[in-house]
């Protein structure tokens, strides 16, 4: 009867008309079992949590979400040589010019892409449906069958990937309905989604402790949340909000400056930077510095489609030789994060210094390149969070919390790994761009970019990004991603993002 219950609240919600809602309602899913055949042993909860992993790499690794982030009113190009062979890839400049509209009508790339999905939201609440079966129904296995500390660290993966997948619907809609009960039969509208994400801060931290640091098992080595995890998103949340309740910025800088000190002196090891020679396997996955990340191989046949391959579409050269490479990054703005004649391990690494500082020029993106495996297809992890990403918060959030010794330590952290030139100046505006610029640099190719540019602003300004927003645009939501017109269906609390209609 709840899962009946549960079914019709969903549907109300949602106004799911998707192919999905049939496999959301098949019971013969372990992911979707809550009855008594189910939730008998450890093997259980740990085939549904697993499932509940896929399911949520499912949505991200096929919807092109990363691509998005990343091409979103920013630098990237369509490289000379790859226009001569797909000169119809427009998705590129729907992106780059915040052209949502063409782009959900556009058709051939979509098929490949799925930018057309984005503005479905039903598939994330699946997920956040899944966690709370899983939150609700954990205790339901006997105690001979898993410990204590184990139905809690289960609790906690489930609390995170709610949490997780609630910041990640904020940054794509703003606003969306918030629940966290496992059998929902109400009608609600959107959330104001400062406090969705504070409600969710207060939900991780309840949580976060009972997340072990690592695992014994290598091979849950950053694709299971940790504590550092925990932390990590947590921190990211603040930073978020800060952006957006000036009222209570401060606050929140604080909690993100505190949660990366407690993340960098507390973790025991579990976590350090790698050295400018393990950046190859920095990419490969599962190494100390990996917080969170999504599994893929393409060598062992894991494809979901050319959203999960975008890096082996639009990044790598494909074996066609220098300048083939879709992408390529607009070499004027790379001269504000390299400098000409300052060294920087990244540049060498990251781009063809041939082709760098010609006037005019797009300097060749060859982040990922060293990753090629077998079939000349991207053979590594899409990593959603890593310590060098913690680290930039904590140094942005103590810079704007006037602790600027702290600040630039946690920057140089960073460059000194790079082996380029500490930050040594002593102006307030210049170290936020300084630390702006930094993730910028280091992050570069993995989903950040623009959200960094929306929760700081600097989307407002040209000094940062190809197609600023205006202010007034953005207060309409120019920012977020249009909701699927479905959602409106049997649900009169609910509204669209005005700005896309």
């Excluded at 709370?132 to 500390?149: S, V, Y």
């Excluded at 893929?296 to 890096?311: C, K, S, T």
């Excluded at 102006?427 to 280091?442: H, Q, S, V």
């Amino acid at each position: 009867m709840k899962r009946l219950v549960f079914a019709i609240g969903m549907t109300v919600l949602l106004g799911v008309t998707m192919p999905g809602c049939k496999k959301f309602l098949n019971t013969e899913s372990p992911t979707k079992e809550s009855g008594a055949s189910f939730w008998q042993t450890r093997t259980d909860a740990e085939k549904y949590t697993n499932n509940l992993y896929s399911e949520m790499a499912d949505i991200l690794l096929t919807n092109s979400f990363f691509l998005a982030a990343e091409f979103r009113c920013g630098f990237y190009r369509q490289s000379p040589l790859s226009i001569t062979y797909w000169p119809s890839r427009y998705y590129y400049n729907y992106l780059i010019y915040n052209d949502l509209k063409s782009l959900m009508k556009e058709v051939t790339w979509n098929g490949y892409f799925h930018f057309n999905t984005i503005p479905e939201w039903g598939p994330y609440f699946k997920v956040i449906q899944s966690s709370a079966i899983l939150l609700d129904r954990i205790g339901d296995i006997p105690d001979a069958e898993i410990t204590q500390t184990d139905k809690r660290r289960y609790k906690a993966e489930a609390v995170w990937v709610r949490n997780f997948v609630y910041f990640l619907m904020v940054r794509l809609y703003g606003d969306v309905p918030y629940y966290t009960k496992p059998y929902f039969n109400e009608i609600i509208g959107r959330t104001k989604f400062t406090d969705v994400l504070n409600a969710c801060i207060a939900d991780m931290a309840k949580y976060k402790d009972d997340l072990p640091w690592q695992y014994p098992d290598p091979k849950m080595k950053a694709v299971r949340p940790t504590r550092g995890t925990a932390l990590a998103l947590m921190m990211h949340m603040n930073m978020w909000n800060a952006g957006f309740d000036e009222a209570n910025k401060d606050k929140y800088y604080k909690a993100a400056a505190d949660l990366g000190r407690e993340l960098m002196e507390q973790n025991g090891g579990a976590h350090r930077l790698l050295t400018v020679s393990e950046f190859r396997q920095l990419f490969r996955g599962g190494t100390q510095e990996g917080l969170f990340e999504l599994t893929q191989n393409v060598n062992y046949g894991e494809v979901r489609a050319l959203g999960y391959q975008y890096l082996n579409d639009n990044v790598l050269e494909h074996g066609k030789g220098s300048g083939y490479s879709y992408v390529n990054y607009v070499g004027k703005h790379l001269e504000k994060l390299y400098p000409l004649g300052v060294s920087d391990k990244r540049k060498d690494l990251w781009f063809d210094a041939n082709t760098m500082y010609k006037e005019g020029n797009l300097a060749e993106f060859r982040k990922f390149a060293a990753n090629t495996g077998s079939n000349v297809a991207f053979d590594g992890n899409l990593i959603v969070f890593r310590y060098a990403d913690a680290i930039l918060l904590a140094s942005e959030a103590n810079a704007e919390l006037g602790n600027t010794a702290e600040a630039i330590r946690l920057l140089n952290l960073i460059r000194a790994r790079a082996e380029t030139a500490a930050y040594a100046g002593d102006n307030p505006t210049d170290l936020k761009d300084a630390i702006y610029f930094e993730r910028a640099k280091e992050l570069m190719g993995e989903g950040h970019a623009y959200y960094d540019l929306v929760r700081t602003h600097r989307i407002l300004s040209s000094n940062y990004c190809t197609a600023p927003i205006s202010q007034s645009a953005f207060l309409r939501g120019a920012w977020t991603w249009p909701v699927t017109e479905s959602a409106l269906v049997n649900n009169p609390l609910m509204r669209l993002n005005e700005y896309w209609r």
